[in-house]
């Protein structure tokens, strides 16, 4: 993002996240806020651009900033910026590095001194006169330039010109050496960090620095040009980020470099200084800011090319890719951990090893080899752990917990063994089976297979069975190539059937082939349909509820799997991708990483999906997107009246619509001549193509109105009155 996109400048020289969840940038040109959609601008001064270099969120008020060397308060509520001066001298404050702490108070260095100045909220308005206390000195004439906070949260660490770092205890007087630097002259330190027992020195010049604190020992990274591996993509490195799991992205002149810590404490350097881009955008690789966010959010500033920004979210999957064509057809885990998988070209594969997300996949052959096998259309797995795999020549397969392989097959008299669809466990040896004729009830024990007739004018009882689920009350439920047809039973026996549930609900008769079923735990089944999308169905209505097609969200209206995950939350499987259903919202969050979905299974907290080359799988929870933590939260953040933006204090038509900042403001009141208006909210997820929102005003609009990706709502010639606009979101 650039001043294209609304930056104020392209140098960007401090990243920060506040409390409520914006974003805000030190630029060469004033402060920018980012709500994932548009930049609001704040200048000290109307009349110069002057250069923003550090941004500190102390508090859900207040952001604490260095601008030529001189503090300011920024305050959110007023927008408005006051400077920071010493209660007793009156005169500026100059820190060279600060931060945030605890109580909205803040520790800060300059010269030869670490300081922590107390705010005494709330402020008046033009400055801010705050107490300064001088904690402790560095006796050796060795100025500090940069300081962190330790990992406990209470310590600090301050390093000085030279590198050398120091340990300071609040409560005590005296600084403690940590390390020892030998930086030239013409080098500096550049920032700080204490992450998983080390201290992390980041220098102008020289490289980067890590000291091991369990220990003592020093380690130096360089670039070196004669080096092809192994080290940094520049030697002046401003700043190290955490990004997780020991790994740290170290932000330098040409590019960044990825560093892992490992169980040995050793360190393994990975450089990046070259970027492919998409034909319209060039990416800038002298970084010289940088933030992460712990929802895996990665924000880098650059000089002279804006801000990058990568979503790290969107890495959520994992993949194992099979070398050609071979349709997953069922997959299962056993309680071992291992993954089987029933194939259409190589029958049945498991996995290697139990399946741990830290290891890639790899699958082997597995099972009797015996021709029969070789394509394996589905798979189940009963209560007492043993696999069963249904085949294209009626065969089932059973490999037991005594890891022994017995089968059967379903005969049909002068006619060939059906196409084996579907496997519903009733008890360790019994099952039922859905196949291209029908439903069969199927006795392992016995060695026996008995076709179950009914009488039924819409779906006669040798249709094909793609799919087939149990219900409540000797229930069973039967996806057809004719629709859906529900069974009542007793033991193996039909009592009763019905069908025609389609034509009820309105829907074409040309497309109610059903590939998919699910009894949820919110005791409703879920259809899916080859072209009519997703239905719900209440028992109690003994009808179909609602209809879900692409006009609703779904990415495909050919659905072929579905599942419900820990949550409870309903995932569907199609020929285009996986969308997960936002029962709160009632629609849809679409994710392209899986298409032309065969099958589906929900185990060790993850989804995996098979289709006719890949196993694509990822946890459930890696969505659950709770930034910020206010689950649902929308935030309001700009106001326009008669199209233009209000700004604080402005006078339109004779009233000032707001006295202080839209995100302060719950009510508003506007005049007759003022009843045009727009408000732009936000979430704050900056999720690009995952936005979802219900909007209404209320009572001037009953219903919800869905806004897809468009967060500015406007009213023109409102009728006087009371209203509540309301939003809600995920």
């Known amino acids: 993002m650039n001043v294209n996109d609304g930056l104020s400048d392209n140098d960007i020289h401090s990243v920060a996240k506040d409390t409520e969840g914006f974003m805000w940038f030190g630029t060469g040109g004033g402060l920018n806020r980012y709500d994932g959609r548009t930049f609001k601008i704040f200048r000290i001064s109307e009349s110069s651009y002057r250069r923003i270099d550090k941004v ?34 009156k005169q500026p404050i100059m820190f060279s590095d600060f931060i945030a702490a605890p109580n909205g108070s803040c520790w800060g260095v300059f010269s030869n001194e670490l300081s922590k100045i107390t705010f005494p909220f709330p402020l008046a308005k033009d400055t801010a006169f705050v107490s300064v206390r001088h904690v402790a000195k560095n006796l050796q004439n060795d100025s500090f330039t ?9 310590m600090l660490y ?56 369990t220990n003592g020992k020093l380690h130096h990274w360089q670039y070196i040009s004669e080096k092809t591996e192994n080290q940094l993509s520049h030697n002046d490195v401003f700043r190290l980020l955490p990004i997780g799991n020991a790994q740290y992205l170290a932000v330098t002149w040409n590019g960044y470099t990825l560093l892992s810590l490992t169980s040995e404490r050793e360190i393994e350097l990975r450089d990046f200084h070259s970027f492919l881009h998409n034909g319209k955008q060039y990416f800038e690789t002298r970084m010289i800011s940088g933030y992460y966010d712990k929802e895996g959010l990665l924000w880098i500033g650059t000089e002279g090319g804006g801000v990058l920004f990568s979503d790290l979210r969107q890495s959520f999957y994992h993949q194992y890719a099979q070398k050609r064509s071979n349709e997953i057809c069922g997959i299962q885990m056993d309680s071992d951990g291992y993954i089987w998988l029933a194939t259409f070209h190589k029958g049945v594969l498991r996995s290697t090893q139990p399946f741990d997300v830290t290891h890639p996949l790899s699958f082997e052959s597995f099972g009797p080899h015996i021709p029969q096998l070789k394509t394996a259309i589905c ?7 043993s696999l069963w795999f249904g085949t294209k020549d009626g065969r089932i397969f059973r490999y037991g917990k005594n890891q022994q392989w017995d089968d059967m ?20 040896d019994q099952c039922w089976a859905g196949t291209s004729n029908g439903l069969y009830w199927v006795d392992f024990r016995q060695g026996t297979s008995r076709h179950i007739s009914w009488n039924n004018p819409q779906i006669p009882d040798h249709i094909q069975i793609r799919t087939l689920v149990a219900g409540d009350d000797q229930t069973l439920w039967l996806g057809t190539g004719r629709g859906l047809l529900r069974l009542w039973l007793s033991g193996n026996k039909v009592l009763q059937t019905h069908a025609g549930y389609e034509a009820k609900a309105g829907m ?8 998919a079923l699910l009894w949820g735990k919110d005791k409703k089944l879920w259809v899916g349909y080859a072209g009519n999308g997703l239905a719900s169905y209440s028992p109690e209505g003994d009808s179909i509820l609602t209809c879900y097609t692409t006009t609703q969200g779904l990415c495909s209206n050919f659905v072929t799997a579905l599942v419900e995950d820990s949550d409870h939350s ?26 032309s979905n065969r099958s589906v299974f929900f185990g060790k907290d993850f989804l995996f999906w098979g289709n006719h080359s890949t196993l694509t799988y990822f946890r459930p929870s890696d969505l659950r997107f709770n930034y910020p933590k206010e689950k649902g939260r929308v935030i309001f953040t700009d106001l326009e009246v008669n199209h233009s933006p209000v700004q604080i204090g402005q006078n339109v038509n004779g009233q000032v619509v707001l006295p202080q900042s839209l995100l302060y403001t719950s009510k508003l009141h506007l005049t007759h001549e003022n009843r045009n208006f727009s408000l732009s909210f936000t979430n704050l997820l900056y999720l690009s193509k995952l936005q979802k929102y219900l909007f209404r005003l209320y009572p001037y609009q009953k219903e919800w109105i869905m806004a897809n990706e468009g967060e500015k709502i406007s009213y023109d010639r409102l009728p006087a009155g009371s209203y509540t606009f309301q939003v809600k979101t995920h």
Not at 379 to 385: A, D, E, R, T
Not at 570 to 595: E, K, T
């Open 56 to 89: 500190v969120s102390l508090n859900r008020d207040y952001l604490l900033i260095r601008s030529e060397q001189n503090l300011f308060l920024f305050n959110k509520k007023y927008e408005r910026f006051l400077p920071v001066c010493d209660s007793v001298s």
């Open 146 to 154: 940069v300081l962190c906070t330790g990992e406990d949260g209470k």
């Open 158 to 213: 301050c390093a000085s010109k030279k590198g050398t770092v120091y340990r300071f205890t609040p409560g005590q007087r005296k600084l403690q050496k940590v390390c020892d630097g030998q930086l030239p002259s013409s080098w500096w330190v550049s920032s700080l960090l204490n992450d998983n027992s080390f201290i992390w020195i980041s220098t102008v010049g020289d490289g980067l620095y890590g000291y091991d604190l």
């Open 379 to 385: 798979s189940s797995l009963n209560k007492n752990g």
């Open 409 to 428: 097959r379903i005969d049909i008299p002068k006619q060939p063994s059906p196409v084996i669809w579907n496997l519903l466990m009733v008890t360790d």
């Open 508 to 515: 074409p008769d040309t497309e109610i082939e059903v590939r």
């Open 570 to 595: 309903l995932w569907v499987g199609s020929n285009s991708g996986i969308s997960r259903l936002s029962r709160h919202l009632q629609s849809f969050y679409n994710y392209y990483i899986s298409g």
